[in-house]
């Protein structure tokens, strides 16, 4: 059993900042990417950043610059660090994780419960 279990969300004011995290656990073997999605109200699902384990990042071209993802492997922890957050970033942040629960060469998609962020004055 794998669980990811995320926290940080909240309501912030046009122009803040939050840090989000997310923690996996239970049965893992090793896991490759993890990352973040968000899915606004009436909107589809979108992908925010991404971190692979050897480092390589991948951003959303509307966060580039403002939000930094980061990661200790050995905690099986991400964060994502937003700052100048502006009213279009409010939504439910989902954290994502490729995880192995065995030796195979299978990597399963994880997701966690989803943390609200609210930018609003």
């Known amino acids: 059993q794998v669980q990811l279990v995320e926290s940080g969300g909240g309501l912030v004011q046009p122009g803040g900042s939050l840090r989000l995290s997310c923690t996996a656990s239970?049965?893992?073997?090793?896991?490759?990417?993890m990352g973040w999605y968000r899915q606004a109200p009436g909107k589809e699902s979108e992908l925010v950043a991404t971190?692979?384990?050897?480092?390589?990042?991948n951003y959303a071209d509307s966060v580039k610059g403002r939000f930094t993802i980061s990661r200790d492997n050995a905690k099986n922890t991400v964060w994502l660090q937003m700052n100048s957050l502006k009213s279009e970033d409010t939504a439910v942040y989902y954290c994502r994780a490729a995880i192995r629960v065995d030796s195979s060469n299978y990597f399963q998609r994880y997701w966690g419960q989803g943390t609200q962020v609210t930018v609003s004055s």
């Open positions: 971190k692979l384990t050897d480092g390589n990042t």
């Open positions: 239970g049965s893992i073997f090793s896991i490759n990417t």
